[in-house]
């Protein structure tokens, strides 16, 4: 089991269910949500500032919706690699989009931390192809 997911997304729809679904199929016992990049960058830096161990508090995995107001999935990448990656090299990330634009699948290569892109909706289906993830195996 995962530790702590954190999920941005600003359809809030989704995120109940992403919620709802990473509990009840036992993928995690511990969500906190965020409704954009900005307020996912701000989960991050508060975090540092409050936790007395914020490398252990941190989530092991961020779900992440590209097509966002305020602060795009892309966005908060660029500002979340040199911010935190180097201090949460455990944390990866899952892009979970209803994009179907190519482009979109070759730049999440292209970010070290991404370890993998999953259509939305979050589904049973997804969470079991996510437990082969090379990443997310060790967890279960």
Do not use: H
């Given at each position: 089991?995962i530790?702590?997911i954190?999920?941005?997304d600003?359809d809030?729809i989704?995120?109940?269910?992403?919620?709802?679904?990473?509990r009840?199929?036992?993928?995690?016992?511990d969500?906190v949500?965020a409704?954009?990049?900005?307020?996912?960058?701000?989960?991050f830096?508060?975090l540092?500032?409050?936790?007395t161990?914020?490398?252990?508090d941190?989530?092991?995995?961020?779900?992440?919706?590209i097509n966002?107001?305020?602060?795009?999935?892309?966005?908060?990448?660029?500002?979340?690699?040199?911010?935190?990656?180097?201090?949460?090299?455990?944390?990866k990330?899952?892009i979970?989009?209803s994009t179907?634009d190519?482009e979109d699948f070759?730049?999440a290569?292209?970010f070290p931390?991404?370890?993998?892109?999953?259509?939305k909706?979050l589904?049973?289906?997804?969470?079991?192809e996510l437990?082969?993830?090379?990443?997310?195996?060790?967890?279960?």
């Amino acid at each position: 089991m995962i530790n702590k997911i954190l999920c941005v997304d600003d359809d809030s729809i989704s995120l109940t269910i992403s919620k709802l679904l990473l509990r009840r199929t036992g993928f995690t016992n511990d969500v906190v949500t965020a409704v954009d990049g900005s307020d996912a960058l701000d989960y991050f830096k508060d975090l540092f500032a409050t936790s007395t161990n914020p490398i252990e508090d941190a989530p092991s995995l961020i779900l992440l919706d590209i097509n966002m107001p305020v602060m795009n999935g892309w966005e908060f990448l660029e500002a979340y690699i040199p911010l935190f990656a180097d201090k949460l090299p455990d944390t990866k990330v899952i892009i979970l989009s209803s994009t179907i634009d190519p482009e979109d699948f070759s730049r999440a290569k292209k970010f070290p931390v991404v370890a993998q892109f999953v259509s939305k909706p979050l589904s049973v289906e997804n969470l079991a192809e996510l437990k082969e993830n090379e990443y997310v195996q060790k967890f279960f």
